[in-house]
């Protein structure tokens, strides 16, 4: 219970002191006029208050994952709750901060335009065909998640087709329609009963007395899966997620001062975290220890974890409240996650998004495609899912270390987790069977080599920049205005 209770004041002290830090770094402008202004459409960027933004960006980035992967973190151990909180404070408040700061800075640029600008422009490619591949798988898993979800609070009295038509056609309209018309409506509400659920069961396993394990380093999964790289990249949302940088844009296109960026993104992701180790802690807690939860886990997966700790925490009321709390999850990031993907789209082939014929045509074939993957077995694709969604992670961070770099600024914060991650990402697509399936210690040195050269890589161009004096931030005179 202590390492647990530690974790959480851990994660808001680094709120208020890495984050401050961060902040001062970067430094911010209180003059300059943000995207939700110069670049007013009344479609994506539309000026809105701080706290409207700050729940609409936890919602956007939290999807299952800071309860589904924490759940099956929980099978190490309490090393989980060790990567939830570094990595967090360390790596994924920096890693969404800077990505929306200085998507802030550029129009409000999404990861591929960024990429192109900081890193080359072949980057911009990748990079852009790496996004649309994150948004469209966690778009159609984030439909038939909550249908299941839904299928199964309901005792199957709605076929779970008619289910998963009805959350479709919300997606359609949110991708759509202006954000501040449904987004910025609902998600007030979504993001209060995501919050009441998640506190609901940290309290409840406080006072009940749960037995939540004190801080070891001991591997306790029972298949013996090793910790390295493995947690990193089953613990991804809170602690460190690359499908955050592909939100984070949206919300830097209705943000009204760059003040108000670290409640927003360092904040949020903070935020996200704390409920991480919540459903962490109740996966090790609450089944009578490691084999237990790996039992409930293979008979009817993480939402059936959820659902039998929100029950036994909250009762029958309550915890359909808390279930319907982690439905609201993959709702609003499915949602974000097409309109995300509509607008790197749009910026990739430079079309204007405030007709609604133009945003139609992009949107159409997007749903089209993922209609046909929900009939695809994800299992193996969603291997490949996070194996992408780090890489991702480790492109933003590097893009962050650059901007640092140019502008003679403490790069480090950046370069030392985007470094960090990309030994494992390195080594993973080496030793798993999705990838090259190569032993552990030749994928570890190949690893560590891998990322040497891009490290150098990195430092040659970044120089390169430094001296060409790279424009760090697009000339508000030059942006287009929309009256």
């Known amino acids: 219970m202590y390492t647990f209770l530690a974790g959480i004041v851990l994660l808001i002290l680094g709120y208020f002191t890495y984050g401050k830090f961060v902040e001062k770094v970067f430094g911010v402008k209180e003059e300059r006029a943000t995207p939700a202004y110069v670049n007013a459409d009344g479609v994506d960027y539309i000026p809105m208050s701080t706290s409207k933004n700050s729940l609409i960006q936890l919602l956007n980035i939290a999807g299952t994952g800071p309860v589904f992967g924490p759940i099956m973190g929980a099978l190490y151990g309490p090393v989980a709750f060790i990567w939830i909180v570094i990595g967090a404070i360390f790596a994924g408040a920096v890693h969404d901060y800077l990505t929306g700061m200085i998507s802030i800075r550029n129009r409000g640029a999404h990861l591929p335009e960024l990429a192109s600008k900081f890193l080359g422009k072949v980057m911009k490619h990748v990079v852009n065909a790496f996004a649309v591949l994150l948004l469209l798988l966690v778009g159609t898993v984030f439909v038939s998640t909550p249908a299941s979800l839904l299928h199964v609070l309901m005792n199957g ?7 998963i038509a009805a959350v479709f056609f919300y997606y359609i309209l949110a991708t759509l329609m ?17 919050l009441i659920s998640a506190v609901g069961v940290g309290i409840g396993m406080v006072v009940t007395g749960a037995p939540i394990p004190e801080l070891s380093l001991q591997n ?9 790289p493995l947690i990193f990249f089953t613990i991804t949302c809170g602690a460190l997620s690359g499908f955050h940088a592909t939100q984070t844009p949206i919300i830097s296109r209705t943000t009204q001062k760059e003040k108000q960026g670290r409640k927003i993104f360092y ?16 996966g090790m807690s609450l089944f009578g220890g490691y084999d237990g939860l790996n039992d409930v886990l293979a008979a009817g997966g993480p939402g059936a974890v959820v659902s039998e700790v929100s029950v036994a925490m909250l009762g029958a009321i309550g915890g359909t409240l808390a279930v319907l709390g982690v439905v609201v999850l993959p709702i609003t990031s499915g949602d974000t996650a097409f309109r995300s993907a509509r607008m790197i789209i749009a910026e990739y082939f430079n079309i204007a998004q405030k007709k609604f014929s133009s945003r139609l045509w992009i949107a159409v074939p997007l749903f089209a495609i993922s209609v046909v993957l929900t009939q695809i077995d994800f299992n193996v694709l969603w291997r490949y899912f996070s194996w992408a969604n780090q890489s991702t992670a480790v492109i933003a961070l590097f893009v962050g270390a650059m901007y640092l770099y140019v502008a003679k600024k403490n790069y480090f914060i950046s370069l030392i987790p985007g470094t960090f991650m990309l030994i494992m990402v390195i080594t993973y697509i080496l030793n798993a069977p999705i990838g090259f399936n190569l032993p552990m210690n030749v994928s570890w040195i190949g690893g560590f080599i891998g990322s040497a050269i891009l490290v150098a890589l990195f430092f040659a161009a970044a120089k390169k920049n430094r001296a060409n004096n790279l424009p760090l931030e697009d000339d508000i005179s030059n942006w287009n205005r929309v009256a």
């Open 157 to 163: 009295k709605v076929a779970l087709g008619i289910i």
């Open 178 to 194: 202006p954000i501040d018309k449904i987004i910025g409506r609902l998600y007030p509400y979504f993001g209060a009963l995501l």
């Open 220 to 228: 306790f999964h029972p298949d013996h899966l090793p910790v390295f």
């Open 267 to 282: 904040g949020m992701m903070i935020a996200e975290a704390i409920i991480a180790m919540i459903w962490a802690a109740a």
